[in-house]
């Protein structure tokens, strides 16, 4: 079995901000790629960030100049640095990342999702 957990969402006032968090367990050989990924209400769900297992990173539009994407590889974990956060912010925030398993079957793993809600 294979989990992501997130955790690091709440409420928080325009401009301020908020650290993402999500570790990965389980019987795991490897993780490649772990984005962040959120989908507001009524909206489709977008991509946020991604890193690579080198810390090669991307970032939606959006997300530029007040997001930042991290990972620690000895940790399995994946965060999401967000500054200067917007009510336009709002949504549920779901890690995703690429994960091979020792039986050597690789494939995407979502977390449940983490609600992130801007407003005054």
């Known amino acids: 079995q294979v989990q992501l957990v997130e955790s690091g969402g709440g409420l928080v006032q325009p401009g301020g901000s908020l650290r993402l968090s999500c570790a990965a367990s389980?019987?795991?050989?490897?993780?490649?790629?772990m984005g962040w990924y959120r989908q507001a209400p009524g909206k489709e769900r977008e991509l946020v960030a991604v890193?690579?297992?080198?810390?090669?990173?991307n970032y939606a539009a959006s997300a530029k100049g007040r997001f930042t994407i991290s990972r620690d590889n000895a940790k399995n974990t994946v965060y999401l640095q967000m500054n200067s956060l917007k009510p336009e912010d709002t949504a549920v925030y779901y890690c995703?990342?690429?994960?091979?398993?020792?039986?050597?079957?690789?494939?995407?793993?979502w977390g449940k999702g983490t609600l992130v809600t801007v407003s005054s």
């Open positions: 995703n990342a690429y994960i091979v398993r020792h039986s050597g079957v690789g494939m995407y793993y």
């Open positions: 890193i690579t297992r080198g810390g090669a990173t």
């Open positions: 389980g019987s795991i050989a490897s993780i490649n790629d």
